[in-house]
């Protein structure tokens, strides 16, 4: 199975800040890449699919980049909505995999 | 709008079996494969399974095949997990979350809110 190494696990930032997140695969996955946001008792949100494309309805301060085996997560003018945990996942090879989460809270 | 709604968690004794269920609604169900996904407590991710948009076809995590039977009632918009000799390990939120193509991306564009299965003595 791939692996996904997201790093840092955790962060602490303050409105308005901009904040990037770093996902590494164990191997090539080319720009089968995507990143979703997690709140408790939420449904999970699907923000950026193919690395750098932003879902439907997305607002375009999260932008994703990257391919191969390393890619990133940025999200600028962070607002209180925005405080959550943040997963990467591979879709090139099977199964899925998910990197280990880099949850995001208030400084 | 897209929802996906899942329901029957609750609190098992290992080895014992419990269904959940995710309910679909605001899209055309039956065009659509559906994965379910869990989060062990203080854990990260894990794929649990998919199936087809036609039931056709259904693959599995590791650690459940032989013990949980995934399944669809298109009539019903709806998808089930059967989960089987249950584990400890098999403590989670369990997600279902709808894959965007055919044949299946092993993405998930849109998740429920979850269902929490204890597995507990």
């Known amino acids: 199975d791939i692996q996904m190494t997201q790093s840092p696990s955790s962060l602490s930032a303050s409105v308005g800040d901009r904040v990037t997140i770093t996902c590494r695969a164990s191997q090539d996955i080319s720009n089968y890449l995507a990143w979703f946001q997690l709140k408790p008792g939420r449904a999970p949100k699907s923000l950026i699919y193919a690395a750098s494309s932003l879902q439907f309805g997305v607002p375009s301060k999260f932008s994703g980049r990257g391919s191969g085996t390393d890619f990133t997560l940025t999200i600028s003018n962070l607002q209180p909505e925005d405080f959550a945990t943040y997963y990467c996942q591979q879709y090139d090879s099977y199964p899925p995999t998910f990197g280990g989460g880099t949850k995001v809270d208030l400084k | 709008q897209v929802q996906l709604v899942e329901s029957g968690g609750g609190v098992v004794q290992p080895g014992k079996s419990l269904r959940v269920s995710c309910a679909a609604s605001?899209?055309?169900?039956?065009?659509?494969?559906i994965h379910w996904v869990r989060q062990a407590p203080g854990k990260g991710l894990e794929w649990v399974a998919v199936i087809w948009h036609d039931g056709s076809t259904k693959y599995y995590t590791d650690s459940v095949k032989g013990r949980f039977i995934v399944s669809r009632d298109n009539s019903k918009n709806t998808v089930y997990l059967q989960m089987n000799s249950l584990r400890g390990e098999d403590t989670a939120v369990y997600y279902c979350a709808r894959d965007p193509q055919q044949p299946v991306l092993y993405f998930f564009d849109y998740w429920g809110q979850g269902t929490l299965v204890t597995v507990s003595s």
């Open positions: 605001g899209f055309t169900f039956s065009n659509y494969a």
